[in-house]
């Protein structure tokens, strides 16, 4: 009987263990980045703001040149910019304080998130992308 009780009780923690693994989000420490660093203009939907701040998501610049995105996240964006159709001239500051790994997951993170379907980028691609920005 007790061997029963002890096998249950293994099975039970073994099922949570599983379910826990396979329901936790992926890119979760992406999506915390974001939500510190980002959301304040992207907003919390990926959407923007209409006319000053550029979606990310459904947004084709961000699905054409993803890696593209690491330099940006890293130094800014000064000058025009054109997504989805829509001119914006807002400056982005950079968050130089994320490390290569933290960026990595921020992209991934926007190239799945709102509906995105952008797929994903290695982290060696990153670091080579933020090798050759321009500062």
Known sequence: MKTKLTLAI???LIAMFLTNC???KRFWQGEILYHNFCENCHMEDGTGLRGLIPPLAN???VKNDPVRMACIIRYGMK???IVNDT???QEMP???KLTDFEITNVINYINQAWGNDYGY???EEVKKALEGCEK
């Open 10 to 12: 293994f099975g039970i």
């Open 22 to 24: 396979e329901t936790r």
């Open 59 to 61: 947004a084709d610049f």
């Open 79 to 81: 000058g025009e910019v």
């Open 87 to 89: 001119t914006y001239s």
């Open 94 to 96: 950079g968050v130089p």
């Open 121 to 123: 980028v290695k982290f």
